[in-house]
């Protein structure tokens, strides 16, 4: 198992959420935010979600408010937030800080020192593309859609290698 797979988050509804179930799939790990003007896209990472899971993709949703303060609610309020407006179905985990020196153990093997993508994550619905041995395949600007051809083409691919 990698060390990705070896991580374990909290997630929205306060139980454990490990990783190590997604070990064979590939993941869209994003940072996300309920108050940003690229929230509207939770629509698209949905239909991802929908449109791939079967074929063995998961979209993991980590709520951030390092940016501008645009995650300011509680769990409660995110779950909320993103069930009622968008529907979303996929996990999502409870807040978590992707930059600086509490930058959670996930954000410092996507884009720490070391990482195949390093760099502070620049603004909310930046995306990841993990393989399934928990690799980084690909890293994606938060202006890169969940509709982009370059984001689905990555996807489609990575989901290629594992029929």
């Known amino acids: ?91 999502l985990s409870a807040k978590l800080e992707v930059n600086g020196p509490d930058r959670h153990p996930l954000y410092l093997l996507l884009a720490g020192e070391g990482a195949e993508f390093p760099g502070d994550i620049t603004w909310n619905f930046e995306k990841f593309l993990v393989g399934p041995d928990g690799r980084v395949l690909e890293r994606f600007s938060p202006r890169i859609t969940p509709e982009d051809p370059l984001l689905i083409q990555a996807i489609e691919k990575a989901l290629a290698a594992l029929a």
């Open 1 to 91: 198992m990698s060390v990705f797979h070896d991580l374990t988050l909290k997630a929205l509804d306060g139980e454990e959420l490990p990783l190590a179930p997604f070990k064979g799939k590939v993941v869209l790990v994003v940072n996300v935010a309920s108050k940003c003007g690229l929230t509207p896209q939770y629509a698209g990472l949905e239909h991802l979600y929908q449109q791939y899971r079967e074929r063995g993709f998961s979209v993991l949703g980590l709520p951030c408010n390092q940016f501008a303060g645009q995650e300011p609610g509680s769990e409660a309020d995110i779950r909320a937030f993103c069930s009622l407006n968008y529907g979303v179905s996929f996990p």
